[in-house]
């Protein structure tokens, strides 16, 4: 079985401003599609990405912009996308900037791959998402694009505009008409998305390169290795359980809503990697109050509270049951190692 693609939340960010913008309710979107509301304040926590794309499309069809994904993608900078974007805003040219992001980018969704084009005196940046989601994505496709134009103005400077791209999705109009791409020819319903600019660029710094301590670069590309969305599909749903105890929505016809399937189908998956899903939710539960319980400021009422349990008196029963000790007796026990 095929991994589940996903998404860091941070790319719902731009989208859930432009609703409240307007007066609407991010939040209740979020709902709708089976999104967490918490993701709001989780930029890191990993989603899926087919509900993140309908989260766009229901965006757009809220206030009625066909070029959602294009508006939101224009006012998402590269810093925004949560650690990801801050190692990018830390690379010394854009060809360094590009590479590191391609690089990067399996620790940032497992849902679109990217690649470099030498076309003569052109590179084109192109991407493609995976299994064929380019399917009625439009928004999630231009939303992309627009990012990848925010990377090369961060070198070629704030009005550059691309002379071409490429499109995986079909065609929409007025997309000529939006001043960030005026001067572009647009292709559409092509292999991959793709921008296109002079190979000169390549050389040009990045124009908001700040010093950055070696220790914390450390620190971010651990992390981002460490919590990359799963390849597999065991892992996967272990990622999106793991997104959704906070908020206790752990019913087994959530995560069988969320990954596409039927209860049945699902179990039946899992019953060939010999798990059932009651055993899943409870691994993801130790894995999870494992890491927490290493930072000692965390409150054992907070950290059963992110777990999904009501009260700490449940989690601490589970703990026992798990490893024969408390959560205190095994943090007393940690900080004696």
Known sequence: MKHIPLIRANVIKGFANFLEESGSSAEHLLIKTKLPASALHTPEALLPFKQVAEFYAEAASKEGNEHCGLLVGQRTQIANL??????????????????????????????????????GDQIWICRNFVDGLHRGLHHADHFSMMVMINLIRMAAGAQWQPIEIHLETQPIKGLENFEPLSRAKIVFEQQASAVVFPRSFLSLPLGRWSEHRDWQQYKDYEFLH?????TNFSGSVRQIIATLLREQKTDIQVIADLVGMSVRTFQRQLHDLDLTYSRLVEQVRFEQSLKMLHHSEIKLTDLAFELGYKDAANFTRAFKRWTGVSPSEFRHLRWQM
């Open 82 to 119: 949560g650690v990801y974007g801050r190692l990018l805003c830390q690379s010394l040219t854009l060809h360094d900037a590009i590479n590191k992001g391609i690089y990067m980018v399996p620790t940032y969704t497992s849902a679109e791959q990217f690649w470099l084009e030498e076309h």
């Open 226 to 230: 460490s919590s990359a969305p799963a």
